[in-house]
C-alpha cells in the first residue's frame, strides 16, 4: 500500500468547491426548502394573511379529481414518450451499428436534435402540425384525418409526445450505439456462422445484451419526460385544449403562476422533487449492477 | 464433409493487398494447419472461407460449390473463435442448440445432439451454467461442442487454444486431433505456434507476408523447406543459417572452412543445418565458439559463433554438457540434412 500523502490544511479546497457548494445552496437547497416551507402554508384570496395549515395542502391534492387525472396523463406521457424515442433510437442504432460507409456523417446528423432547445424543438412541431398551415394536417387529410391539436386533446397529446419524444432520441441513440459497440464483433459473427440473419441476430443477442442500458435509459427518459419538457409543453399547447396536456410540471407552473395557488402548487414541486429523487436512488441503486445474464 | 478448394485468392482493404494470389486444395476430411507470423493474413484467409470477409479476387468453393457469394450461415461450415464468442446471456445448453434452434430440428432431436456433443467433450455437468461460470478451457470445450452439434462440412478453428495456459493447450490440441479424426471432418486450423502446427496438421500451409510460402506435410517441411523462410519458422530450436559461396559442388563458409553440398549453383547462397543435425566430431568441418550452454535435461543447447566470424549458430547435443565455455569445439553434419538455399531470393536450392 502506498502511503496516503498529507499536505498541510489550508483554504485552497474549500475555496475551489466553494463556488459549487455556493450554486448548489442558492438555487436548489434554499428553493427547495422555501418550496417545502411554503407547501404548509394557505394564503387568503387577497394575499394579505398566510396561514400554517400542515399536510392540509397534501391531502387537498390527494383528493383533487384534477391533480390525479394529471398524475395519470404525465404516466401516460411519459411511457409513450419513453417507449417511442428508445424504441426508434434503438432501431437507428442498429442501423449505425452495421453500416460502414458514412457511418460519422450518419451519427452526427442524428445527434444535432440534441442540442435543439425544448422551446425550438417546440416551436417546430407547432409549424409543422399547425392546423393551417403546417404540412403533416395537410398530409393527413388525405387520408381523412382532420387534424386539429387546438381542439382535439387527442391530437394535442399525440403532438406533444412525439416532439418531447424527437427530442430524446439523439440522446438514446449515443447510448445504444456505444453499447452496441461495445458487443464483440466476433460473438456477431458467430451468430451468423449459426444461421441467425440480422434480425434474429438483433433480436436474439444485441437486445438482450444492451439490456442494461435500456434499463438505464427507461429511469433517464421518464425523468426526461416527467421534468424536462415543461418547454415543449409550453410551446405546443400550454397545457390545452381543456388541460389534455397538463402534465405535473405544467400544473405546478399553471396552479402557482398563473392561478396564484402558491400552497397548491408548492405541495405539488414537493411531490415531484420526491419523485426526481426516487428515480435517481433506483438509477444508482440498480443501473451500476449489471443485469443479469 | 467436403473438399475445399482456393483459387488465385486474393484479399485487399482499399489500395493494400494483405493476400496474394493464393491456391491450395484441401481434401475431404483433412486436417490443414495454416501457420505464419502475426499480420500474416492467417486470420483474414480463415474468415475467407468462413464468409466473415469478403473476396477480392479468386474463388473459393466448398465441396463442389463456389461459395464467394453465400452468406456463412449457408456455406455449412462452424468456427471456433480465439475468444470463444460464446453467447454470454444464453447457457451452455442453449448455445449449443442455437444453430440447431435456427434450422429449426426437432426439441427431441436437438436435446440428444447436444447430449452426445456434452459427452464426448465432458462438459455435461455444466450445461446449465453461464459462460461466465466456466474456467477457460470448459469455455473452450463449449466452443467446440457449438461447433460439433451442428454436424457442418467444415471446421474453422482461429487460434483456438491461444487464451489457455501451456499445460492445457497441449491437452487440448490432442483432444481436438483426436476428435477431428472421430469425426472426419475437414478443418482447417489457425495459429502462429510452429509446434501446435506440426503436431496438429496433415498437412501446413505456411503464410508469410500474405503469400503462400509452401504447403506440404510436417515432415516434408521440416526435411526440405522451401525457403528461407520455412526453414527457420519450422522446428525447435530454430535452423541455424550460415552464409556461404558455392562452387563446384564445395561451400565455402565464412571463416574459409569447407563442406560439401550445394549442387551446381555457384555464388553466394545461404547453407542452412538444424541444431540437431550437428554432430560432435573432433575432425568436423564447422568449428563453434562456445559461449553458453543451455541445459533442457534430456539434452543441451549449446550457443556460441562460428569460429573467426560473428554468425550465431546452436547445436543440440544428447546428454548433458557444461564444460568448454570459451572454448572451440567442433562439429560436422551429414550431407543429406544441410539445406542451401539461394542467398538473393531465399529459395531451396536442390542438389
Ligand atoms: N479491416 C482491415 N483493414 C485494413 N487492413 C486490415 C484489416 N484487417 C486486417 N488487415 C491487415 O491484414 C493483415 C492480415 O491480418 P490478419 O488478421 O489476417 O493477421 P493474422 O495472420 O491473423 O495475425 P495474428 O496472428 O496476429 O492474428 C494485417 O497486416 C492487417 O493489418
Ligand atoms: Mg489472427
Not at chain 1, 4 to 26: D, E, K
Not at chain 1, 104 to 116: E, G, K
Not at chain 1, 239 to 248: D, M, R, S, W
Not at chain 2, 205 to 234: H, K, S
Request: net charge negative; proline share 4%.
Amino acid at each position: 500500500m502506498l502511503k496516503r500523502v498529507h499536505f498541510p490544511t489550508s483554504l485552497l479546497p474549500y475555496l475551489l468547491v466553494a463556488p459549487q457548494v455556493i450554486i448548489t445552496l442558492v438555487f436548489f437547497v434554499w428553493p427547495a426548502s422555501q418550496a417545502v416551507y411554503q407547501s404548509f402554508l394557505i394564503e387568503d384570496a387577497f394575499g394579505i394573511s398566510t396561514e400554517f395549515v400542515w399536510f392540509e395542502n397534501f391531502a387537498y391534492l390527494a383528493s383533487d379529481e384534477q391533480y390525479l387525472g394529471s398524475f395519470g396523463r404525465t404516466i401516460f406521457f411519459s411511457v409513450c414518450v419513453a417507449v417511442l424515442s428508445m424504441s426508434a433510437a434503438l432501431v437507428l442504432a442498429g442501423f449505425a451499428d452495421r453500416i460502414v460507409r458514412g457511418a460519422t456523417t450518419y451519427r452526427t446528423l442524428l445527434i444535432w436534435p440534441y442540442a435543439v432547445a425544448p422551446v425550438l424543438a417546440g416551436a417546430l412541431w407547432v409549424f409543422m402540425f399547425n392546423p393551417t398551415l403546417g404540412i403533416f394536417p395537410y398530409i393527413l387529410e388525405f387520408v381523412g384525418i382532420d387534424w386539429n391539436h387546438y381542439l382535439n386533446g387527442s391530437h394535442a397529446m399525440m403532438l406533444v409526445i412525439f416532439a418531447a419524444a424527437w427530442k430524446q432520441i439523439a440522446y438514446n441513440f449515443l447510448f445504444y450505439l456505444a453499447a452496441m459497440q461495445s458487443i464483440p464483433r466476433s460473438l456477431i459473427e458467430a451468430a451468423a456462422i449459426d444461421g441467425a440473419g440480422p434480425v434474429r441476430r438483433f433480436w436474439d443477442h444485441i437486445f438482450p445484451l444492451v439490456s442494461p442500458t435500456t434499463f438505464f435509459l427507461l429511469v433517464i427518459n421518464a425523468v426526461y419526460a416527467f421534468f424536462d419538457t415543461f418547454g415543449i409543453i409550453h410551446a405546443v399547447t400550454q397545457g390545452g385544449p381543456a388541460n389534455a396536456t397538463t402534465i405535473l410540471v405544467y400544473k405546478v407552473y399553471n396552479d402557482g403562476f398563473v392561478g396564484l395557488d402558491l400552497g397548491g402548487s408548492a405541495a405539488q414541486s414537493v411531490i415531484l422533487m420526491i419523485l426526481v429523487i426516487a428515480m435517481t436512488v433506483v438509477q444508482f441503486r440498480y443501473v451500476e449492477r449489471k443485469v443479469e445474464y | 464433409m467436403a473438399s475445399i478448394t482456393m483459387k488465385d485468392l486474393v484479399k485487399a482493404y482499399g489500395d493494400t493487398e494483405v493476400l496474394h494470389h493464393i491456391e491450395g486444395d484441401i481434401n475431404d476430411g483433412e486436417f490443414i494447419v495454416i501457420v505464419g507470423p502475426s499480420g500474416c493474413g492467417k486470420s483474414t484467409l480463415l474468415r475467407m472461407v468462413a464468409g466473415l470477409e469478403t473476396v477480392t479476387s479468386g474463388e473459393i468453393s466448398i465441396g463442389d460449390k463456389v461459395v464467394n457469394k453465400l452468406e456463412p450461415a449457408d456455406r455449412d461450415i462452424a468456427m471456433v473463435f480465439q475468444n470463444y464468442a460464446l453467447y454470454p446471456h444464453m447457457s451452455v445448453r442453449e448455445n449449443m442448440a442455437y444453430g440447431l434452434k435456427i434450422r429449426k430440428i426437432a426439441k427431441a432431436e436437438i436435446d440428444r445432439r447436444v447430449r452426445e456433443a456434452a459427452d464426448i467433450l465432458e462438459i455435461g455437468q455444466y450445461l446449465d451454467r453461464k459462460p461466465r461460470q466456466l474456467s477457460g478451457g470448459q469455455r473452450q470445450r463449449v466452443a467446440m461442442g457449438r461447433a460439433i452439434v451442428r454436424n457442418p462440412q467444415v471446421f474453422l478453428f482461429d487460434e483456438p487454444l491461444s487464451n489457455l495456459d501451456a499445460k492445457l493447450r497441449v491437452q487440448m490440441r490432442l483432444e481436438i486431433r483426436k476428435l477431428q479424426q472421430r469425426l472426419g471432418v475437414t478443418s482447417i486450423y489457425v495459429t502462429h505456434d510452429q509446434v501446435e502446427a506440426m503436431t496438429l496438421g496433415d498437412r501446413l500451409m505456411v503464410l508469410n507476408g500474405g503469400y503462400v510460402e509452401q504447403f506440404g506435410t510436417p515432415i516434408e517441411l521440416y526435411d526440405r523447406p522451401a525457403t528461407l523462410f520455412v526453414a527457420g519458422f519450422i522446428g525447435s530450436p530454430s535452423m541455424n543459417f550460415l552464409p556461404a559461396e558455392a562452387k563446384d559442388g564445395t561451400l565455402t563458409l565464412g571463416n574459409g572452412a569447407t563442406v560439401s553440398g550445394g549442387g551446381h549453383s555457384t555464388g553466394a547462397v545461404t547453407l542452412g543445418i538444424r541444431p540437431e543435425h550437428l554432430m560432435h566430431d573432433e575432425n568436423g568441418p564447422i568449428g563453434i565458439s562456445v559461449q553458453m550452454f543451455e541445459q533442457l535435461g534430456a539434452n543441451t543447447l549449446l550457443h556460441g559463433v562460428l569460429e573467426g566470424t560473428d554468425t550465431e549458430i546452436v547445436a543440440s547435443m544428447p546428454g548433458h554438457v557444461s564444460t568448454g565455455e570459451g572454448s572451440v569445439m567442433r562439429f560436422s553434419a551429414e550431407a543429406s540434412v544441410l539445406h542451401v538455399f539461394d542467398a538473393a531470393s531465399g529459395k531451396r536450392i536442390e542438389e
